[in-house]
């Protein structure tokens, strides 16, 4: 709150006239985060396009997202162990991009049974989160370049028809 105050040139009191406590602030703020930078959570042509195209757009976009993210992220992930408005803030952008992988690999999904369908959305969507980014990056020292050859391969495979 002294952090916040400060940047913003009022005083700590002035900061709790307008947030109940720091877990509402923190909540807000993740919200404002969200708001402002909405346009890095689009994919572009969602859904459209051979597999190839798919795989490389959602590859493009997510390590993009997470380039410009990653610092506030991990912020939030920490502070949302004791704010549960927070914590649940970061859980329906965690399965908003779930649902978007679901829907732009609709076609090879939609071919599967119902439980290997879900089984195989939620491994797409773990396998390309920021938390597989930043271990990527941090305990294998992959760089975004690594990450994202890996990830295509990755998708490819998981997504390649598979004979019954």
Same mark, same amino acid.
């Given at each position: 709150?002294?952090?916040?105050?400060?940047?913003?040139?009022?005083?700590?009191?002035?900061?709790?006239?307008?947030?109940?406590?720091?877990?509402?602030?923190?909540?807000?703020?993740?919200?404002?985060?969200?708001?402002?930078?909405?346009?890095?959570?689009?994919?572009?042509?969602?859904?459209?396009?051979?597999?190839?195209?798919?795989?490389?757009?959602?590859?493009?976009?997510?390590?993009?997202?997470?380039?410009?993210?990653?610092?506030?992220?991990?912020?939030?992930?920490?502070?949302?162990?004791?704010?549960?408005?927070?914590?649940?803030?970061?859980?329906?952008?965690?399965?908003? %991009?779930? *649902?978007?992988?679901? +829907?732009?690999?609709?076609?090879?999904?939609? $071919?599967? =049974?119902? &439980?290997? !369908?879900?089984? @195989?959305?939620?491994?797409?969507?773990?396998?390309?989160?920021?938390?597989?980014?930043?271990? %990527?990056? *941090?305990?294998?020292? +992959?760089?975004?370049?690594?990450?994202?050859? $890996?990830? =295509?391969? &990755?998708? !490819?495979?998981? @997504?390649?028809?598979?004979?019954?």
């Amino acid at each position: 709150a002294e952090q916040v105050a400060k940047r913003a040139g009022v005083s700590t009191a002035s900061v709790f006239r307008y947030f109940d406590s720091l877990g509402e602030l923190q909540q807000q703020m993740a919200a404002r985060f969200f708001e402002t930078h909405a346009d890095l959570f689009v994919l572009d042509d969602e859904g459209a396009g051979p597999l190839d195209r798919r795989v490389d757009a959602l590859v493009r976009a997510r390590v993009r997202l997470y380039d410009r993210i990653a610092p506030v992220a991990r912020l939030g992930r920490s502070r949302a162990v004791d704010n549960e408005a927070l914590d649940a803030e970061l859980l329906a952008s965690r399965r908003a %991009l779930a *649902d978007q992988v679901r +829907r732009h690999f609709a076609p090879e999904l939609s $071919a599967l =049974r119902p &439980a290997e !369908r879900d089984d @195989l959305a939620s491994v797409l969507a773990a396998t390309v989160s920021i938390e597989a980014w930043e271990h %990527l990056r *941090d305990v294998h020292q +992959r760089s975004d370049v690594q990450i994202a050859r $890996a990830w =295509r391969r &990755a998708l !490819r495979s998981l @997504l390649a028809p598979t004979p019954r």
